[in-house]
């Protein structure tokens, strides 16, 4: 059985040079997080932790001196940090990450977050399971908070209370999803989008205001399934209108497959209680062989900006990194693989109302290459990379940019063909 503490006496079991894993997403463990800022530890730390962006907003490399941070996505949080060098980034889509953190990555302490079950020998991972199995691969000492506001999920993993080694119970909200509200550009985007998706297709989304227009946009299919890194109050609406049912999948037959979940708290509630929800770890929710099995399989994900061979860029502006790389590789090879399947981008033509184009040249960064793209889709249409011929794809491409950067778009092709 583990050994219970108080959250402010986490520091004191960190010893000078250790390597912790923090869990991110839903399930990061806030009490202490917030008790190694507040009393900071000892120095030369060396952190590891998967934050997506919009869901944990902290930067342990600020904790104490001479601490360092290794991050895959940059978010605002960890700005001052990063330009110190302080927090490096790596540019790993989600399968690397896990397959890191399983073989490679020093983890002397594992902080974790689990929901306390009926049995005293075990907890459940709730709400929030992705990169967790990974890091308890390789700690030699677990820390957890019991949370009661975390729900034991039918479909989650459990831990045996043996494996953690120190325990703090804890009564806090999970991270909560801000306001996504699509809108009209979004929602024109999103019957576009919606087009491509048919009866019985398994699908993956993401977060934010274009993936929640989508969602909103598949009200009017059947027997959808889904089977993604992460599960968000649209899916949980088109579960409970019966148009998300798993009923057509190959495996995992009936069920919503995720990572984890991410919401408000009556979200949380409602999702926690249901046995269709699967909870799976990325070797799992992201892995070619398990995706290849998905028949219909279509991933949908969005972008920063596309360039005119079909490159996805996801992850920077120019040179400054603003993102990472997330699931985007990991889903896109996987919908090419599966029999039927299908790989959408999709991005509004432009940032903002009179911003620039994301349509193209050639993208800064290339987090996706063209060959793992099917699709390319605007608010004003449907590019279809399937075409072999590269100029017929440049002038798709080009017809879906927004109108006023066309003319431009096509003369930088006809001087620099593909």
Known sequence: MPKLIAASALPDLLSEGANVFIQGGSGEPTALLTALRERGGPPNVSYVAVFPPGINRWDPAAFAPQSTMTAFFATPELAETVARGATRLLSLPYGEIYRHLYGQAP????????????????????????????????????????????????????????????????DHPLPEAPDDEPDTVSLRLARQVATLVRDGDTIQTGMGRIPSAVLAALGEKNDLGFHSGLLTEPVLRLMEAGVITGARKPIDRGAAVTGIAFGSQGFYQAIGGRDDVLFRPVAYTHAPGVLRELNRFVAINSAIEVDLLGQINSEAIGSRQISGVGGLKDFTRGARLANGG??????????????????????????????????????????????PCAEARAAAIIAIAAPEFRDDLAESLRNAPP
């Not at 991972?125 to 999920?153: H, K, Q, T, W």
């Not at 790989?343 to 911003?355: D, F, P, Q, Y």
């Not at 349509?359 to 990379?385: M, N, Q, W, Y």
Request: proline share 6%; hydrophobic share 45%.
């Open 107 to 170: 983890v002397d302490v594992a902080l974790i977050q689990v929901a306390p079950t009926s049995s005293r020998h075990e907890y459940s991972l709730g709400l929030s399971v992705d990169f967790v199995p990974a890091a308890l691969n390789r700690a030699r000492i677990v820390v957890a908070e019991i949370n009661r506001a975390m729900p034991a999920a039918p479909g989650s993993p459990t831990i045996p209370a043996s494996r953690i080694d120190f325990a703090v119970e804890v």
């Open 342 to 387: 299908r790989s959408i981008i999709a991005l509004t033509s432009r940032a903002g109302l009179h911003g620039a184009s994301r349509i193209v040249r050639r993208v800064s960064k290339v987090t996706c290459p063209a060959s793992d793209v099917d699709f390319v889709v605007t608010e004003h249409g449907v590019a279809d990379l399937r075409e």
